[in-house]
């Protein structure tokens, strides 16, 4: 979390980290914030975050250290390891369609009161593993899984607006919300979606159930976070920003 302080009448501000723009939204006059994330790939080193207003500038450094992941070996259908070529178009269309919805964030919160688990259950696969699938390296692990039983109901980690509420190809039937400020959580690999595309949710609303689709060794529920265009723990976005342990009834 970056807090920003200047006059009261400052009208501008702006702010970069780790090599990208952060939204800054004001919580009072001469008072700005804003939750910048470090991705996954950011190299171990000390970074400036740097706030830029009417009258001047101000910056911090902020040291990221390096941290080992673990490895996990998986067996899954090797369609969802190298692709057949009929599936390529499907893919690429999905890859652009998030990188549209990502593109069109919400510059202001849209959550409410703290970030809550969308499921009660406890998470078995950490952030940042190193996967392997059927004996070949794929891109590190981008969420956090938590290992709930199919069915298991879903809850919104907060209040925001529903982005995606679709059938991916690796993901599975797959929610995005933006819950504004840059801040996105993807729950994926769902057996039922409970929500649609551009309706608002509130906190721990039920947005679908968990389920085995998509790219998956049995059902969990895979839960993503981005901030500012970084991938970050959701289990340090909880620890920020959150509250209770389990999500509202």
């Known amino acids: ?21 952060v939204p800054v939204h004001q919580v009072a006059a001469g008072a700005w914030r804003a939750v910048a994330g470090i991705d996954l790939d950011n190299k171990p080193a000390e970074y400036e975050v740097k706030a830029t207003l009417d009258r001047g500038t101000a910056s911090k450094r902020v040291v990221v250290v390096s941290r080992a992941f673990p490895v996990r070996r998986l067996t899954v259908n090797p369609d969802f390891v190298n692709p057949p070529p009929e599936v390529a178009a499907r893919i690429a269309a999905e890859s652009r369609f998030i990188e549209q919805v990502y ?16 499921v009660p259950h406890q998470a078995n696969s950490r952030f940042g593993t190193r996967s392997v ?41 797959t929610v995005m919300i933006d819950h504004g400020a840059g801040v996105f959580s993807q729950l ?57 342990s389990t999500p509202a009834p």
């Open 1 to 21: 979390m970056v807090s920003i302080t200047g006059s009261p009448d400052t009208t501008r501000v702006a702010l970069q980290a780790f090599g990208r723009p």
């Open 103 to 118: 593109a069109a964030a919400a510059t202001e919160p849209l959550w409410q009161a703290a970030f809550v688990r969308p």
């Open 133 to 173: 699938f059927n004996g070949e390296s794929r891109s590190p692990h981008g969420g956090t899984d938590f290992l709930s039983p199919a069915g298991t109901p879903v809850h919104a980690p907060n209040a925001g607006r529903v982005v995606a509420a679709r059938d991916l190809y690796f993901s599975g039937e």
């Open 188 to 244: 994926a690999h769902l057996s039922r979606i409970d929500v649609r595309e551009g309706e608002t949710v509130q906190p721990g609303q039920v947005v679908g159930q968990v389920g085995a689709t998509g790219r998956v060794t049995g059902p969990h529920l895979h839960w993503a976070v981005r901030v500012s265009g970084a991938r970050v723990d959701a289990l340090s976005l909880l620890a920020l920003l959150g509250g209770a």
